[in-house]
């Protein structure tokens, strides 16, 4: 059975930094790509950042960098520069795929999600 379990979230003043991890368990995932997302409530869940199995990435969020450890099946958000609008609770997700992907619907499995507040 897959599970994902995040990792490093809590309360951050604005300009601070987070790093959050999503910890892959069940199978190996060093083939896959992997991403995070976002969600404020009743609002839509959005793509954060996403990485594939040799580094390559994409961001929707430039002061973030998204990194992973196959070694660990473990997948990485460092948050720099936090602003109030980026408190959220954010997801992990993994793809059974390889290529990246910024929607959700491309992910087939996801984590509980770690709750990130940045205060003003």
């Known amino acids: 059975q897959v599970e994902l379990v995040e990792s490093g979230g809590g309360l951050v003043q604005a300009g601070g930094s987070l790093k959050l991890s999503c910890a892959a368990s069940?199978?190996?995932?060093?083939?896959?790509?992997m991403g995070w997302f976002r969600q404020v409530p009743g609002k839509e869940r959005e793509f954060v950042a996403a990485?594939?199995?040799?580094g390559q990435s994409i961001y929707y969020v430039d002061r973030f960098t998204i990194s992973r450890d196959n070694a660990k099946s473990t997948v990485y958000l460092q948050m720099n520069k936090l602003k109030p609008e980026d408190t959220a609770i954010y997801y992990c997700?993994?793809?059974?795929?390889?290529?990246?992907?910024?929607?959700?619907?491309?992910?087939?499995?996801w984590g509980q999600g770690t709750q990130v507040t940045v205060s003003s």
């Open positions: 997700a993994v793809r059974r795929g390889s290529i990246l992907a910024s929607q959700q619907g491309q992910y087939d499995y």
């Open positions: 069940g199978r190996t995932f060093s083939n896959n790509a």
């Open positions: 990485i594939n199995w040799n």
